[in-house]
Structures are given as C-alpha cells and as structure tokens.
C-alpha cells in the first residue's frame, strides 16, 4: 500500500512538471510570436522563462540559438543585420547600409557598415567582412533612429538626415553616383526636412557640397 502511494505521488508529480513544461513552452512561443519570432534571454527571464529553459528548448531543436542570449524559432527566416544588432549592440548602421535601410540605396552595399563609439576594435567582424567606422562621443548618440530590415526586424541606424551629410565627408567619401541617387530620391519625398539637412550638413563641415547638389535638384 505505502510503495502504491509512493508510485501515485511520483507520477502525479510527473504530471504536475510536464504540465508546467508544456505551460512555459506555450508562453514562451506566444512571446516569440509577438517579437518576430525572436528573443532575448533577459526577456524571456523578465517574462518568468529561465535561460535554463531556452537551452533546452534549443537543445531539443524546438528553437534556435543565433547569438549570445538570442533564440529565434527554427522556421524563422535569418536575419542578418538583426544579428549583427544583437552580436554588436553599441553598433549603429550608418553610411551606405543606412542608406539602404532608408531605401535610398539603389541596390544593398556588398558589405554591412555599423559606427561604434571611440576606437572600437573587433578583429571578428573585420574577418566577417564588417566595416566598422568610428564616431567620436559627441557625435555618435547624434540622430540614431530605429528603422525596419527588408525582413521587417527592427534596427538601429543613423537618420536619413544624417546619413546624406554623412557620406559626403572625407572621412567617408562615397561616390558621385550614391551621393546623386541618394539625395535625389529624398529631396522627392514628402516627408523629407530640408532645414534639418541643413543643420546637420553645418555639424558634419559638408554644408557648401549639400548646397551645390540642392540647388541642381531642388
């Protein structure tokens, strides 16, 4: 009778963790859901999920672990630059992926470009073929806007404004044809603010070579 009640408890236990599991599971997928199909282990362990649990979920092959501490669901599509957001936080996309992800770009740039605060040096995004720029205290937090990947995941990178004053610095020097194509597909939308370009084309010392493509397409 008392190895019967043992054998009763244990599997009533049993029953009480797959229960718990399998409500973790849900909820956790219900999250993933609502983020994309993508999340953070802080956020999982904010909403009650421990990381723990991710690596088994991740072990089982039930999701995917793409980062540190970032799980995405097995059939979600990859995203690279959501990735390299993750990876490199401080990161902020800027020159000509900037302007891609602003769709000022006439194609996407052979390589991804992010500006980082002061010298940040990473060899393992310089092997991955990462440009990596560098951007002094006060202006690096200058106009960082969050805009959506073609996957629609969202990102950091520099502002449209921005961006366009940007590229015609020395320091960047992109070409005639990325600077005309650029500048000519902002100045014809509605949303575009000309004072602010301005403003900020006088902080990047680029304010007399703005003027000389406004004032042909304008």
């Known amino acids: 009778m008392i190895e019967w009640n043992m054998l009763t408890n244990i599997l009533i236990s049993c029953i009480f963790v797959s229960m718990a599991v399998s409500n973790k599971e849900q909820k956790l997928m219900g999250l993933l859901s609502e983020k994309g199909g993508r999340i953070t282990a802080k956020e999982a362990s904010l909403a009650g999920i421990h990381r723990m649990f991710l690596r088994r979920l991740a072990d089982a092959g039930k999701i995917v672990r793409v980062a540190r501490g970032v799980y995405q669901l097995a059939t979600a599509q990859e995203d690279d630059l959501l990735n390299l957001q993750h990876r490199c936080p401080t990161g902020i996309f800027s020159c000509e992926t900037a302007l891609f992800l602003h769709s000022l770009a006439e194609r996407a740039p052979f390589v991804w470009t992010m500006t980082f605060k002061g ?3 990473s060899p393992s ?5 990462i440009v990596v720029k560098h951007s002094s205290k006060n202006l690096y937090p200058l106009e960082i806007v969050e805009v ?3 996957l629609g995941n969202i990102v950091r990178a520099y502002s449209v404004e921005r961006t366009l004053c940007e590229i015609m610095t020395a320091k960047v020097a992109a070409d005639i ?3 005309t ?9 509605k949303e575009k603010n000309i004072p602010k370009l301005i403003q ?5 010392h680029v304010e007399k070579k703005l003027r000389s493509y ?3 397409l304008l």
């Open 181 to 189: 194509y650029a500048i000519k597909t902002y100045v014809g939308r």
């Open 200 to 204: 900020l084309a006088k902080t990047f």
């Open 214 to 216: 406004l004032e042909v």
């Open 125 to 129: 995004l310089a092997k991955k073929g």
């Open 119 to 121: 010298f940040y040096h």
């Open 148 to 150: 959506k990947t073609p």
């Open 177 to 179: 044809q990325t600077i």
